[in-house]
């Protein structure tokens, strides 16, 4: 495999990182400030993302763009260092139009809308005009299972009338956001994996209440990582997204390059977190050396370089698959990366942290936020074990045939 970067890579890189140091950069204090004054979005960002668009710093995510859509064209292998560089500042990607999770739900629009659900809302998503919410998970059952979904969705002559309970609804207290994609039950009876559906469900519609924002590890999220109750919400049948029963498969299919995008922009909050590391233990001493000079101070310098570089090129080869296979061909792949990055960009961000001393756990360095970040990535689109489990499942079969003869490899007893 060649993960050489393109040309085009190469001058969007350099394009994007000149955006970063002149548009995002200087604004990281101001963003800060306005967002904790409840101003939201923030002053800068229609402008800025005016700005991005007009440089074709736009919807760079999704590679089956079509010649009337908005952006520019990319493979997720030429995707992934973009995504890297704006993970530096993780708010910026509302900029460019590649934030989660309107990135996932212009992936699902995008190969099962219908043309009239095209118009309506993919359209302005593409645009960035509105943003957008995913409503899978439940307070009520394990929804790491996304069988155990219990919310209903009963049809009633041309409409369905939909009641249930979602919880860590990301995007959802976005002023911007017009619009759930939410998964529930169109048949409890049929088969375990066609008894799910997924349909488009605006803000606006009488009996959506928006309960509250949860904070995550005390830190605080201006789009929200929301509690969303549905009561008695009617929408019509066209707002169904493919068929009754295809739920499971379309959530499938939404979580193959979402989830390694999320893994794209963690690599790059690490390398700001290394960064960091490095800068402050050359300013410092203690006990008559700078912090680096200490033997465990440069052992994390070292780790941490060392598990960025695996984390990268495994983003890269899972990107690449996933361009030449499809998802569904790179499932291992993604789900070891999806391991991976959110525990690397924890490990880096706390051995950050304690560089720092006491000022790392503070507001005034990025750090607390990355950290949070990477722990509580380790739920989002699947936790930890349930990615090991299909890893281990995956290997196993793998190995099918190719079972190995233990008593070859033993030392014969004498
Ligand atoms: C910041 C953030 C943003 C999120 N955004 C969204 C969003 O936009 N939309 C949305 O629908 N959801 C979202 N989620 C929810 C997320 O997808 C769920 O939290 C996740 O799927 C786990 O579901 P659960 O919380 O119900 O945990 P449960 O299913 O109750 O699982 C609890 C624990 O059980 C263990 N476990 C589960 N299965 C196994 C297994 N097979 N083997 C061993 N152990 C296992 C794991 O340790 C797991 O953490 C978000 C979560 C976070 C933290």
New binding site residues.
């Given amino acids: 495999m060649d993960f050489s970067y393109s040309e085009q890579t190469e001058q969007l890189r350099a394009q994007l990182n000149n955006f970063m140091d002149d548009h995002i950069i200087p604004r990281i204090g101001q963003w800060r400030d306005e967002v904790a004054a409840g101003q939201y979005p923030v002053s800068f960002m229609e402008d800025l993302k005016a700005l991005a668009r007009e440089e074709g710093l736009w919807n760079m995510f999704l590679p089956g763009l079509r010649a009337d859509e908005p952006g520019t064209r990319l493979s997720n292998l030429e995707y992934a260092p973009l995504a890297e560089i704006m993970g530096r500042v993780p708010w910026s990607s509302e900029v460019f139009n590649c934030n989660a999770?309107d990135t996932g739900n212009m992936e699902v629009l995008h190969m099962f809308a219908t043309p009239r659900q095209r118009e309506q809302w993919l359209v302005p998503l593409l645009n960035g005009e509105i943003r957008s919410?995913?409503?899978?998970?439940?307070p009520d059952?394990?929804?790491?299972?996304a069988t155990?979904i219990q919310t209903s969705i009963r049809r009633d002559g041309d409409h369905y009338l939909i009641n249930g309970r979602?919880w860590?609804?990301?995007?959802a207290h976005h002023p911007n956001c017009r619009v759930f994609i939410l998964?529930g039950k169109t048949d409890p009876d049929a088969d375990t994996y066609r008894q799910q559906s997924m349909v488009l469900v605006p803000m606006d519609t009488p009996g959506v209440e928006l309960v509250r924002n949860l904070t995550?590890l005390n830190h605080h999220?201006p789009e929200g990582?929301s509690e969303v109750l549905f009561r008695d919400v009617r929408v019509p049948v066209s707002n169904l997204i493919g068929q009754e029963g295809d739920g499971f498969m379309i959530a499938q299919a939404r979580l193959g390059p979402g989830r390694i995008h999320h893994c794209m922009r963690s690599i790059g909050m690490a390398e700001v977190c290394l960064d960091l590391m490095v800068a402050r233990s050359q300013d410092r001493k203690t006990f008559g050396k700078y912090l680096y000079q200490h033997g465990s101070i440069g052992e994390w310098i070292a780790r941490s370089r060392i598990e960025i570089e695996q984390a990268r090129l495994l983003v890269l080869k899972t990107a690449a698959m996933i361009d030449e296979v499809g998802a569904r061909g790179a499932r291992k792949e993604i789900s070891m990366i999806k391991v991976i990055a959110p525990t690397l960009l924890a490990t880096v961000a706390d051995r950050a942290m304690q560089v720092f001393g006491a000022m790392g756990v503070t507001p005034d360095t990025p750090l607390a936020d990355f950290y949070t970040g990477g722990r509580?990535?380790r739920?989002?689109?699947?936790?930890?074990?349930?990615h090991?489990?299909t890893i281990a499942r995956l290997e196993l079969k793998d190995s099918a045939g190719r079972r190995m003869d233990i008593a070859r490899y033993m030392t014969p007893k004498q």
């Fill in positions: 999770p919410a995913f409503a899978m998970t439940e059952v394990a929804s790491s299972d155990n979602k860590f609804i990301t995007n998964m995550t999220s990582h509580v990535l739920y989002a689109d699947g936790p930890d074990e349930v090991l489990q």
